[in-house]
T-cell receptor, first 115, second 117 residues
Framework: AQSVAQPEDQVNVAEGNPLTVKCTYS??????LFWYVQYPNRGLQFLLK??????LVKGSYGFEAEFNKSQTSFHLKKPSALVSDSALYFC?????????????FGKGTRLHILP | GAVVSQHPSRVICKSGTSVKIECRSL??????MFWYRQFPKQSLMLMAT?????????EQGVEKDKFLINHASLTLSTLTVTSAHPEDSSFYIC?????????????FGPGTRLTVL
């Protein structure tokens, strides 16, 4: 069965420093991978996705993620963190056929950007 | 484009009453919508898959008689929490899959905070 692991409950980064939020996955077949961000009492906002092609995916708000097939990872990165990046981040994977419409979410990582 | 709305955004009700939550795709048609619930500081858990014109598919452990789902049109799905109890208090989020999407991309609504007293 497919699964997603986010090993860190919380990540603290000083403003202006690079940030990384880790994600590893387990899925049969070719994965569809996603990152979403959630602000307090809000729904999910899409950041970026990997479907196929270039392993480095660029997304919204300056975020990017690198698909690493050998390490089954899809870490989220940003070169210079902003205080406004503080939020809850979810890594997600789409299921394989026939449930390729079903999204499995990681448990989330809370990102704190310190001024 | 690809905006999903939910109504209400927040609802407080008494134990034993029923609450209806609407999920609308505003600028696209969606044959499939999904309903998730999220407990505080936890991830989203898929409750059910709602298909236009047919019965919803519920995930294991979700009571279909308690969480009634209706997907009457290509732009509207409703979740009714029947005989709500305090343990049903949660954040409910829907998503919709665009007919035009080449890989079944889901677009998420802003969520509905349900508090049962």
């Amino acid at each position: 069965a497919q699964s997603v692991a986010q090993p860190e409950d919380q990540v603290n980064v000083a403003e202006g420093n690079p940030l990384t939020v880790k994600c590893t996955y387990s899925v049969s077949g070719n994965p569809y991978l996603f990152w979403y961000v959630q602000y307090p009492n809000r729904g999910l906002q899409f950041l970026l996705k990997y479907i196929t092609g270039d392993n480095l995916v660029k997304g919204s708000y300056g975020f990017e993620a690198e698909f690493n097939k050998s390490q089954t990872s899809f870490h989220l990165k940003k070169p210079s963190a902003l205080v406004s990046d503080s939020a809850l981040y979810f890594c997600a994977v789409r299921g394989p056929f026939p449930r390729d419409d079903k999204i499995i979410f990681g448990k989330g990582t809370r990102l704190h950007i310190l001024p | 484009g690809a905006v999903v709305s939910q109504h209400p955004s927040r609802v407080i009700c008494k134990s034993g009453t029923s609450v209806k939550i609407e999920c609308r795709s505003l600028d696209f048609q969606a044959t499939t919508m999904f309903w998730y619930r999220q407990f505080p500081k936890q991830s989203l858990m898929l409750m059910a898959t709602s298909n236009e014109g047919s019965k919803a598919t519920y995930e294991q452990g979700v009571e279909k008689d308690k969480f009634l789902i209706n997907h009457a049109s290509l732009t509207l799905s409703t979740l009714t929490v029947t005989s709500a109890h305090p343990e049903d208090s949660s954040f409910y989020i829907c998503s919709a899959v665009s007919l035009k999407s080449s890989y079944n991309e889901q677009f998420f609504g802003p969520g509905t905070r349900l508090t049962v007293l």
